[in-house]
């Protein structure tokens, strides 16, 4: 258990919905990251958060969008959603700035039909 | 354009004996790897990393390597155990800015009793 967790765990929705993905970081990590990974890819950095504040974008859709909470939690919002957004999405934290690894939660599996 | 590869999507060995995950890099900015493990339904969980100014990092079982002028970097599970069975990636980060990692597609390790 890394201590990251993430719900739901499995979302199946419609195309041209929005949803809300949800994520705690461990106890003590101000930075969060997104990433996606799509069938047979590796993960794909979305964006990232540090106390609060937008810190890094990757190839984040204009669709989606994200923030970070006083109390260091972390929502990524999908809208107007296409049967490609279909994929894993993952959060990971980090204590501070610097070199340390990332400890990823267990996912949020998302399902557009 | 991925800037982190590794080539072999599957890889099977006996127990006992040693496994070799590889993996390229183009981005001469890269600075920081990192190997992580992924069981399905779970998150990728952090095995080791190596800094690039070392060329060897040794923990337990596994050892990475880099090799800067190839760009180029393994992990070495030695000796492989069936429990060893997952996906493995490889990640790296570029010194300055964000600590955003970018993966590879993945490895599938089988290790067969």
Redesign the interface.
């Known amino acids: 258990d890394?201590g990251?967790t993430?719900t739901p765990k499995h979302l199946i929705t419609a195309t041209g919905q929005r949803v809300t993905l949800r994520c705690s970081p461990r106890s003590g990590d101000l930075?969060v990251?997104w990433?996606q990974q799509s069938l047979?890819?590796?993960?794909?950095?979305l964006i990232?958060y540090y106390n609060g504040e937008e810190?890094?974008k990757?190839n984040i859709l204009e669709r989606f969008s994200a923030q970070q909470f006083p109390d260091l939690h972390s929502e990524l919002n999908l809208s107007s959603l296409e049967l490609g957004d279909s994929a894993l999405y993952?959060c990971?934290s980090?204590r501070q700035?610097?070199?340390?690894?990332?400890?990823?939660?267990?996912?949020t599996r998302l399902t557009v039909l | 354009d991925q800037q982190?590869k590794q080539n072999s999507p599957s890889l099977s060995v006996q127990e006992g004996r040693i496994s070799i995950l590889n993996c390229d890099y183009t981005n001469s900015m890269f600075d920081?790897f990192?190997w992580?493990k992924k069981y399905p339904?779970?998150?990728?969980?952090?095995l080791i990393?190596i800094?690039s100014i070392k060329d060897k990092n040794e923990d337990g079982r596994f050892t990475v390597f880099l090799n800067k002028s190839a760009k180029h970097l393994s992990l070495h599970i030695v000796p492989s155990q069936p429990g060893d069975s997952a996906v493995y990636?490889c990640?790296a980060?570029a010194r300055g800015?964000?600590?955003?990692?970018?993966?590879?597609?993945?490895t599938k390790l089988t290790v067969n009793p």
Do not use: H, I
């Open positions: 890394s990251v993430q930075s990251y990433y047979d890819q590796g993960l794909q950095f990232q810190r890094a990757g993952f990971a980090t700035w610097g070199r340390n690894e990332q400890f990823f939660g267990p996912g | 982190v920081y990192l992580y339904a779970e998150g990728p969980t952090f990393s800094s990636f990640a980060s800015g964000s600590e955003k990692l970018v993966f590879g597609k993945g």
